[in-house]
Nanobody, 123 residues
């Protein structure tokens, strides 16, 4: 499956952005989707994951209460709503897909990746 992420940009601290990731597959609802991010000079970090039906989600502690993952299976799209953004949220954000039905939080558990979209939060 091919993934295309979009929605990144420059935002002031405290602001909001919504990232989107469109998947090119007829079986989108079978995929568990995830968002990761990679800040300059740092390793890629898990952010959030959502089950195929959308009924189960899990966020990392670093974004709990600020970021929300959701999906629209009719549109083959997964979203990441980011509120109360901080300068330390600055990173390239990646969406990823996997057939795993557990709660995958590791990079190696995903086998399909989008190209990334840059989010820059100014102070």
């Amino acid at each position: 499956v091919q993934l295309q992420a979009s929605g990144g940009g420059l935002v002031q601290a405290g602001g909001s952005l919504r990232l989107s990731c469109v998947a090119s597959t007829r079986t989108f609802s079978r995929y568990t989707m995830g968002w990761f991010r990679q800040a300059p000079g740092k390793e890629r970090e898990f952010i959030a994951t959502i089950s195929g039906s959308g009924g189960r989600t899990y966020n990392s502690d670093s974004v709990k209460g600020r970021f929300t993952i959701s999906r629209d299976n009719a549109r083959n799209t997964v979203y990441l709503q980011m509120n109360s953004l901080k300068p330390e949220d600055t990173a390239v954000y990646y969406c990823a897909a996997t057939y795993l039905i557990s709660i995958p939080t590791l990079e190696r558990q995903y086998n399909n990746w989008g190209q990334g979209t840059l989010v820059t939060v100014s102070s």
